[in-house]
């Protein structure tokens, strides 16, 4: 389990740009009152990008998946990612 704000891990371009959005993602989180949980929290069946929760009086707990996409994608929205 990574912490938002740990150094970057290595990995191919791909990797990269994957990691430079869940940062964007969990600083803009951050910037609206979330704190993140856990980043890349792995297990043997997958993982979560971010997790991030709010504090009380009304506390809530959200899983985020990042997904990165270039405008010129033909799935621009990037709904068709999402399995």
């Known amino acids: ?9 290595q990995g191919t371009p791909r990797q990269t740009i994957g990691q430079w959005g869940e940062d964007f ?4 989180l951050q910037q609206l009152g979330w ?10 069946w997958g ?24 405008r010129a994608n033909w799935d621009h929205t990037g709904l068709l990612a999402i399995t």
């Not at 993602?25 to 803009?28: E, P």
């Open 25 to 28: 993602i969990s600083q803009w």
């Open 47 to 70: 993982e979560l990008d971010i997790v991030a929760q709010t504090l009380p009086p009304n506390p809530m707990l959200i899983v985020v998946e990042v997904k990165v996409r270039n």
């Open 35 to 44: 704190q993140i949980v856990a980043q890349r929290w792995r297990c043997r």
């Open 1 to 9: 389990m990574t912490k938002s704000g740990s150094s970057p891990r």
